[in-house]
């Protein structure tokens, strides 16, 4: 598959993790964690040199930034050296920022790892890190050169990081694809099961058809992608990037936004329950322990990138399949929210 953007175009090339690892460019730079580097960082030529950080999104820093930024130069990176984000989105992230900046950008290949940045974080180009008050607040877009997506990596993932991403998963059928939630309705989406292929294909196709709409997220297309994650990033920020997952996380916010959606007469009366039936699978827990402490998510909320002056945006589903940016939401209805889960 071909995803145009602004200043070219990448291929995003089905292949397996060994022959993504086997092939990497002469002159390229792997950065990975410690726990993919255990899985998979055999499969490199000891010609390449690759560096782990710690796993998890605590390695989404500035200051993990900083070292890889160190640890290029030291190397001997130059500008026509290739950056490999190999892992999860923490990596792809990260690793993206990084072949962003160093010496104003260069070459990166995104091998995702994780079935949350397989279908959506390794492809669209935004890539950052956490600042201490806010998630994705420093970054760029900086479109990957290559994506090779390996499924077979997906092998060595746990059951907790699968369901993980198909908070994302389903992210897709609701905000565009009313076929896709229901094929995943009636029967859920299982690591060994013969459709993954074709889903995970299926949510590139819709991620790349987007982007290409709107690349910079200025016209409020790109912003649907959003829905969940208002209030998602909320809830990671207040308990810490670490004890709820990214897809947890914003499974519970697309719960609560879909709530707010039909406070607010914009979501069809009955999608949140319809929505809470669908992430039974998910084995989540309940939105309410994520909701308790109202202000501080509503503080975290008016820091989110769609606030504007003060007032909060949300992407809305109008319906399963639907989604739209809605600006000038209320608090109290936020609140109302909340408070209901
Ligand atoms: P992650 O990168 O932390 O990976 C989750 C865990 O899985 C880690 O412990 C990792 O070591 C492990 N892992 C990765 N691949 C594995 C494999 N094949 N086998 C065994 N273990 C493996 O988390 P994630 O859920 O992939 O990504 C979350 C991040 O992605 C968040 O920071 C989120 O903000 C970001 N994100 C970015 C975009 C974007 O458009 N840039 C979109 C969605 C999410």
New binding site residues.
Partial sequence: MIVKHSRGSYEIKATTIADALASLPAGSFVVT?T??QA?YGHLVSNSISQKAVP???QS?SLSQCAELLDWLASEGADRHSTVVAL???????LAGFVGAIYMRGVRTIQIP??L??QV??SV?G??GVDLPSG??LAGSFWPPSEVRLAID??Q???ER?FK??MG?VWKYGLIMDKNLFDELFKVPLAPQDKRLTSVINRCIELKAQVVAEDEFETTGRRAILNFGHTVGHAIEHVTGYGSV???EAIAAGMIIESLLGENLGITTQGTTGQIRHAFAELNLPEPSMYSRDVDSLVSAMRRDKKAQGGSLAFSLLTEVGQCKLIKGVAESDVRKALEAL
């Fill in positions: 964690d726990r993919v899985h796993e998890g999104e989404k892992g999860g989105g923490v990596v792809g992230d790892t994780t949350l940045a959506d974080s669209g935004k890539v998630k994705n990596s997906l060595t993932l746990d990081q993980n991403g994302e997952l990214h897809g």
